[in-house]
């Protein structure tokens, strides 16, 4: 498996080594000793969560400011643009987001760690996004930034505006987030 730092060093992508022949394909998609070894502390996930979104949904940028989840996500068919953006006051990249294009083809990984907002824009006519959480989920402490934040500035591969739930259309800009420490 190929790990990588991203611009922001918490954010890792894991590329797993892919053996395929005219049978199809087999690659090991989750090792829990690769998986710690890499992002540097023990973890436990305690929910698995499945999405189905058709093109030109946007989903986020979601985070929970208690029981604050950890993600570890990928696309088991089509392709989407995952979004992180730091959230933690503390952390010389507050602010900043990084993006990388998850699809059933390439079969990256993302991990996205607690103190992060988290979305993702769907590419192809339809996707199936996975996650797997270090936290279950808890509604009263789910929060949206706003996908558009022009402080924030993400780069969003669109054409037009994206398909809003009625909840992300309600984010709120970076300013008037609740952020972590």
Not at 44 to 57: C, E, L, T, Y
Not at 70 to 81: A, I, N, Q, S
Not at 116 to 136: N, Q, R, S
Request: net charge negative; hydrophobic share 40%.
């Amino acid at each position: 498996m190929n790990v990588t730092r991203l611009a922001i060093p918490d954010i890792i992508l894991f590329e797993p080594r892919v053996f395929g022949d005219d049978r199809g394909f087999f690659f090991e998609s989750y090792n829990q000793r690769v998986f710690e070894d890499a992002i540097g502390r023990p973890v436990m996930f305690v929910q698995d969560n499945h999405s189905r979104s058709v093109k030109g949904v946007l989903r986020g940028l979601h985070y929970q400011v208690q029981q604050a989840q950890g993600k570890l996500v990928r696309v088991v068919e089509g392709e989407v643009f995952d979004v992180a953006v730091d959230l933690r006051r503390s952390s010389p990249t507050f602010g900043k987001w990084v993006g990388t294009h998850l699809s059933a083809e390439n079969k990256r990984q993302l991990w996205i760690p607690e103190g992060f907002a988290h979305g993702f824009v769907v590419l192809t006519e339809h996707a199936d996004f996975l996650y797997k959480t270090t936290e279950f989920y808890a509604p009263t402490y789910e929060r949206c930034l706003a996908w558009n934040d022009p402080h924030v500035a993400i780069a969003w591969p669109l054409s037009g505006q994206p398909c809003l739930s009625a909840k992300d259309k309600e984010g709120k800009m970076l300013s008037d987030c609740e952020c972590f420490d």
